[in-house]
């Protein structure tokens, strides 16, 4: 059973610039979720994806977008990107109506 | 904005000690999850306890659960020095199905 994988793994970017950033969800898994996590803070949920669209979505601005594709893998874009989206971004996969939530190792995106 | 609040923000404690660490929420759940992360990187799940349960163990972990209070502990018997990492608790469910939400944290040290 494979895990949740994300890429790259570290990111530096310039204000202003755009960001695409990959996930792979577990096997078996539907659901893909996408979270925030600033330094010293927990995550923040940003949004969820189930069956290709977006299902549920955090307090972030429009410019946070995302993709799910047909094998469930996800990805989070992120346009006009800001100084204070320096984070590490955290996916997520799950069933859908299930419970348990399995994350990948994180990508460090940096704006300078 | 985070739902939980953690308490405390950092613990320190020797090897053998027990630690425990508190989870406050606001709204309903449907289950509350505690998540482990060291240095950063991705989050592991530890353990759920469902809001029909009071008390549920896993191991060297023991968490509690009080919906009319909307709080939650964990315990860590026995710690070792690889337990220390961050540890948060997320809620699950209410009116954000399928999105958790994090608490700030607690940073866990265990010394040698």
């Known amino acids: 059973e494979t895990g949740v994988t994300q890429s790259p793994t570290h990111l530096i970017k310039t204000r202003g610039q755009q960001v695409t950033l990959r996930c792979s969800s577990q096997s078996g898994h539907n659901t893909v979720s996408w979270y925030q996590q600033a330094l010293g803070q927990g995550p923040q949920f940003i949004f969820q994806y189930y069956r290709e669209e977006e299902n549920g979505r955090g307090n972030f601005p429009p410019r946070f977008s995302g993709l799910q594709f047909p094998n469930y893998s996800s990805e989070l874009n992120v346009n006009a990107l800001e100084l204070d989206d320096s984070a590490l971004y955290l996916c997520a996969s799950s069933r859908q109506g299930g419970d348990g939530y399995t994350f990948g190792s994180g990508t460090r995106l940096t704006v300078v | 904005s985070q739902q939980g609040e953690e308490d405390p923000q950092a613990l320190s404690i020797q090897e053998g000690e027990n630690a425990t660490m508190n989870c406050s929420y606001k709204?309903?759940?449907?289950?509350l999850q505690w998540y482990r992360q060291n240095s950063g990187r991705g989050l592991v799940h530890l353990i759920l306890?469902?809001?029909?349960?009071r008390e549920k163990h896993s191991g060297r972990l023991r968490v509690t659960l009080d919906t009319s209070k909307k709080s939650s502990s964990l315990l860590i018997t026995a710690s070792r020095a690889a337990d220390t990492a961050s540890y948060f608790c997320?809620?699950?469910?209410?009116?954000?199905?399928?999105?958790?939400?994090f608490g700030q944290g607690t940073i866990l040290t265990v010394h040698p």
């Open positions: 306890i469902r809001s029909n349960e």
């Open positions: 709204t309903s759940i449907n289950n």
């Open positions: 997320a809620a699950s469910g209410g009116t954000s199905y399928g999105k958790l939400t």
